[in-house]
C-alpha cells in the first residue's frame, strides 16, 4: 500500500476516534505506538498527525510529540452554538421530506447505542452517538451543509468513558434524548424536536465543562 493510503488509513482513524472522545484532549499521540498498532510506518503517522495538527485537532506539545487538543469553556461554547445552528438546519430540511425511512435509519442508531451502552462498550456507544449527528446532517441532503459540517470537525462534548452512576447516567440521558427527538420527527411535531435537540447540546456542553 502506499505511504499517501497509509497515511490515510491513520487519519480517518485517529479523526474518528478524537471526534467520539475515545481518545480524549491532553491525551499524547505517540508516533511509534500508532505506527505498531496500525500496522504502518512512523512517516504515515506523522504525516497524519501533521494534517490532524493543521485541522486543529491535535497541537505539538511545548517539549515536542503531538496531543489531542484540550477544549475551554469558550470552545465548548462555541462548538455548541455552531452544532445547534448546523444540526437545527438538518432537522428542519428532515423534517421538510416528511420521509420515513429517514426516521427508521436513526431509530436504527439509537437502538445500536442502547446496545453498546448496555454492554458497556462505551467506544462503540460514543461511536454510535457521532454517527447519529452525521446521519443527520446527511439526511438532510444537503451536501454543502453535509462538508460544512465535516470540515468543521466537531467533536462530541461528553468524554465519559467509565462506569461510574455518573457515566452511565450521561448515556442514560443521550439515548433518551436522541430518542425523543427521532420520536417527535416521527409524530411531525418540529417544535418539539427541535426543543430537543437545543436541550440534549446544551446539557453536553454543561457535562464537558464539569468534566
Avoid at 51 to 76: I, T
Avoid at 140 to 164: C, D, E, V, W
Wanted: proline share 1%.
Amino acid at each position: 500500500m502506499k505511504n499517501e493510503s497509509l497515511s490515510v488509513k491513520v487519519y480517518s482513524e485517529l479523526r474518528r476516534k478524537i471526534l467520539s472522545n475515545h481518545l480524549v484532549s491532553g491525551v499524547r499521540l505517540k508516533e511509534d505506538y500508532w505506527a505498531t498498532h496500525l500496522n504502518v510506518n512512523r512517516m504515515a503517522v506523522r504525516e497524519a498527525l501533521n494534517r490532524l495538527l493543521g485541522e486543529n485537532l491535535v497541537v505539538f506539545g511545548k517539549k515536542g510529540g503531538y496531543f489531542v487538543k484540550s477544549l475551554s469553556p469558550e470552545d465548548v461554547k462555541e462548538i455548541r452554538e455552531v452544532r445547534e445552528i448546523i444540526e437545527l438546519g438538518a432537522l428542519r430540511l428532515i423534517f421538510q421530506k416528511q420521509d420515513q425511512k429517514d426516521i427508521a435509519i436513526l431509530e436504527e442508531i439509537c437502538d445500536d447505542f442502547t446496545t453498546m451502552f448496555k454492554r458497556e462498550y462505551f467506544e462503540g456507544a460514543c461511536e454510535a452517538d457521532v454517527r447519529f449527528h452525521e446521519k443527520m446532517i446527511e439526511l438532510s441532503g444537503n451536501a454543502r451543509l453535509k462538508q460544512i459540517y465535516q470540515m468543521s470537525n466537531i467533536p462530541l462534548f461528553h468524554q465519559k468513558l467509565g462506569q461510574t452512576q455518573v457515566h452511565m447516567s450521561d448515556y442514560e440521558h443521550t439515548d433518551e434524548e436522541h430518542r425523543e427527538i427521532v420520536a417527535a420527527l416521527k409524530n411531525k411535531d418540529l417544535a418539539k424536536a427541535e426543543e430537543m435537540l437545543k436541550k440534549h447540546l446544551l446539557r453536553g456542553e454543561m457535562a464537558s465543562l464539569d468534566l
